[in-house]
């Protein structure tokens, strides 16, 4: 079965300064890979998402993710944390094989941004 | 804005009640998906429908249901409901059945007393 496993529930980072969020999934196949922001009483936004055309993945408001297959890792970076980047991460997961296209989440990580 | 429209966005309900939350995909989607989010849980995969047919099922209870109708809207019914229901049910939709990004609605806040 597939899981993901977010490591760091909490991640606080100085406004300006790398964000590094780590996921890592179990997957006989790479399946297919996202992340997704969850602000205040909001929905989930898709931030990215990995295909395998390319292993890294350039997303919105700055993000990226890197596929590796060696690590079963899709790590997600920011170069300059901004206080709007203040939000709930989740990495997520589906299977590349079979017609259902359900996702499964990892726990998330909230990042905290300080001025 | 996903384009995904949830209602309600709360709703507020008894012990042993039944409710029903609805869902209106993205224009052009076929398929749409139910999440509930919890503290405890976490982010649960529920249902999926594809184009009017039930495409998979997750940690879905026995007292809850869904359906897709012919427009593409889907409806979620919870039924008997207790305590521990009261979550965040989120709906989202994607073009094709598998490999498709999901865009996800505002959800609703479901509170049982």
């Known amino acids: 079965a597939q899981s993901v496993t977010q490591l760091g529930s909490h991640v606080s980072v100085s406004e300006g300064a790398l964000v590094l969020l780590r996921c890592n999934y179990s997957?006989?196949?790479?399946?297919?890979l996202f992340w997704y922001v969850q602000y205040p009483n909001q929905g989930l936004q898709l931030l990215l998402k990995?295909?395998?055309?390319?292993?890294l993945v350039k997303g919105i408001n700055g993000f990226e993710a890197e596929f590796k297959k060696s690590e079963t890792s899709f790590h997600l970076t920011k170069p300059s944390a901004h206080m709007s980047d203040a939000a709930e991460y989740f990495c997520?997961?589906?299977?590349?094989?079979?017609?259902?296209?359900?996702?499964?989440f990892g726990k998330g990580t909230k990042l905290s941004v300080k001025p | 804005d996903s384009g995904v429209t949830q209602t309600p966005k709360h709703l507020i309900t008894a012990t042993g009640q039944r409710v029903t939350l609805r869902c209106s995909p993205r224009?052009?989607?076929?398929?749409v998906y139910w999440y509930q989010q919890s503290l405890d849980q976490g982010l649960q995969f529920l249902i999926q429908?594809?184009?009017?047919?039930?495409?998979a099922k997750g940690n879905i209870l026995e007292r809850f249901s869904a359906q897709q109708f012919p427009d593409l809207h889907s409806e979620l019914n919870l039924s008997s409901l207790e305590l521990g229901d009261s979550a965040l049910y989120f709906c989202?939709?994607?073009?094709?059945?598998?490999?498709?990004?999901?865009?996800f609605g505002p959800g609703t806040r479901l509170t049982v007393l």
């Open positions: 997957s006989s196949v790479p399946p297919y």
């Open positions: 997520a997961v589906s299977d590349r094989r079979g017609s259902q296209g359900n996702l499964i």
């Open positions: 990995y295909t395998s055309a390319a292993t």
């Open positions: 429908y594809y184009n009017g047919e039930e495409r």
């Open positions: 989202a939709s994607s073009v094709a059945d598998s490999g498709s990004s999901q865009y």
């Open positions: 224009s052009g989607d076929l398929s």
